[in-house]
């Protein structure tokens, strides 16, 4: 499957930022997950949804804030991102792999989709 992550963006801090990550192939067949990394720093992990998106998981620092979603039927996934804060700016990448096991971590998915730019100003 390949990935194309688009929605990056510029907002003040407490505003809101929806990526999209469309999908090639089967889409439904992948669970998804949502990394981020800041300048400097190591590939973090911020939400994962299972294939059919009735399972869902969130890194604690964006619980409450963030909502991880999909459409099979539109072989799209999504990172909903509210009350943005400026320790929320990273690149953005989107992944899927065919097993939910170590969806928490980078090696749990095989593929990746390229980084969108989130830059939350204060």
């Known amino acids: 499957v390949q990935l194309q992550a688009s929605g990056e963006g510029l907002v003040q801090a407490g505003g809101f930022l929806r990526l999209s990550c469309a999908a090639s192939g089967t889409f439904s067949s992948y669970a998804m997950g949502w990394f981020c990394q800041a300048p400097g720093k190591e590939r973090e992990f911020v939400a994962a949804?299972?294939?059919?998106?009735?399972?869902?998981n969130y890194a604690d620092s964006v619980k409450g804030r963030f909502t991880v979603s999909r459409d099979n039927s539109k072989n799209t996934g999504y990172l909903q991102m509210n009350s943005l804060k400026p320790e929320d700016t990273a690149v953005y990448y989107c992944?899927?792999?065919?097993?939910?096991?170590?969806?928490?971590?980078?090696?749990?998915?095989?593929?990746w989709g390229q980084g969108t730019l989130v830059t939350v100003s204060s």
């Open positions: 992944a899927a792999d065919r097993s939910w096991f170590g969806f928490q971590q980078s090696r749990g998915y095989r593929y």
């Open positions: 949804i299972a294939w059919s998106g009735g399972t869902t």
